[in-house]
């Protein structure tokens, strides 16, 4: 009998003993893959990363394909001639992308200078003229005063804008864009020349007349000429009614200030008067437009302080020969 339990005994301890080799021989294979298996988890991790985690690449190519858009976008409204609007910026262009406008700005004017020779310019506000505009103005003094629209204008050297390097945009054609733009300019300095920087309904028309622009302008009709200039910011006309009393009055819009401006004005008197003008030519220009202040301030570089009148002298000589001009003007 204790030969028999002996053994027993003993071949339970051998058995004991190939299952503890077996378990240690399972334990390092599972070690062994262990490794391999934390391998392929961490590449099926990456694997689904969705793309806008991979932060700094997708964060530089998302901004810089927002500045090609606003790029295109202010390219297309120029060509249009309609303001750049902050608005339709930030949802036909930005959309959904989370990025800064400031830098997205900042940028594509880089572009536009570098690459096309432009630059985006802040238009100016819409000026109240009626005393209805002004009473809803004092309502809203509190109002945000950031950038709200720009349009695109050169910066090209003077001696590379010749319309055989820069032609028109052929919209219809090249003679019909050239002389609508004539069209524009000559408006708004006869607007711009007034005294009081703005002129009314019948007075324009009377000037048209005597340009024949009804037979002169190639484009369409005089009214719808001029409705689309005023759709495109060139003129702005407003409407005062008091009464039974109605005035209309035509003043420079936006875009006619910083597309065509005092320079374009003063461009086109020199060219009409040509190669002999008047001696106090540039004075009167000057006093016309207001310039003779920024150049008495010292603002144009390269002339005199004594060659300018004194502001004195301006303010007295200024209203007589606008008086004179105005009366002038009535009898024609």
């Known amino acids: 009998m204790p030969s028999t339990s002996r053994r027993h005994h003993q071949a339970e301890e051998e058995e004991e003993e190939e299952e503890s ?16 298996e934390e391998e392929s988890d961490e590449e099926e991790a990456l694997e689904e990363v969705p793309e806008e985690m991979d932060v700094d690449g997708d964060e530089a190519d ?19 001639r309609v303001p750049i609007k902050r608005a339709n910026i930030t949802e036909k262009v930005m959309s959904k992308q989370r990025v800064p406008f400031k830098r997205v700005f900042e940028l594509a004017q880089m572009q536009l200078k570098h690459v096309f020779g432009m630059q985006m310019v802040e238009l100016p506000g819409k000026e109240k003229f009626t005393l209805k505009e002004r009473r809803a103005a004092q309502k809203t003094k509190g109002a945000s005063k950031t950038s709200t629209s720009w349009i695109l204008t050169t910066i090209l050297p003077s001696q590379y804008r010749n319309p055989a390097i820069v032609p028109p945009a052929p919209i219809s054609s090249t003679s019909e864009e050239a002389a609508y733009i004539a069209l524009c300019t000559v408006i708004v300095a006869v607007i711009q020349l ?7 309904d019948h007075k324009l028309v009377r000037y048209l007349n005597r340009m024949n622009a009804a037979e002169n302008m190639p484009m369409d009709k005089t009214a719808n000429v ?4 005023q759709r495109q910011g060139y003129i702005v006309k407003t409407v005062d009614r008091s009464g039974d009393d109605e005035t209309i009055d ?12 005092n320079r374009g004005i003063e461009g086109l008197v020199k060219a009409v008067y ?9 004075s ?15 603002e ?5 302080a004594e060659d300018e009148p004194e502001p004195e002298a301006e303010q007295s000589g200024g209203p007589s020969r606008r008086r004179s001009r105005r009366r002038n003007a009535d009898d024609d």
């Open 274 to 282: 040509g190669e002999a003008p008047p001696e106090d030519l540039q």
């Open 300 to 304: 144009d570089e390269g002339e005199e």
């Open 194 to 200: 007034n005294p009081t920087n703005s002129i009314p």
């Open 62 to 80: 998302s901004q810089d394909q927002v500045v090609k858009k606003l790029v295109r976008y202010a390219l297309a409204c120029e060509y249009q």
């Open 250 to 261: 035509w003043r420079v819009g936006p875009r006619g200030k910083v597309e065509i401006g």
């Open 21 to 36: 080799e077996e378990e240690h021989t399972q334990n390092n294979k599972r070690r062994r893959r262990q490794p391999a």
């Open 226 to 229: 001029l409705s689309k200039m």
């Open 284 to 298: 009167r220009i000057d006093r016309s437009l207001g310039m003779d202040i920024a150049r008495g301030r010292g």
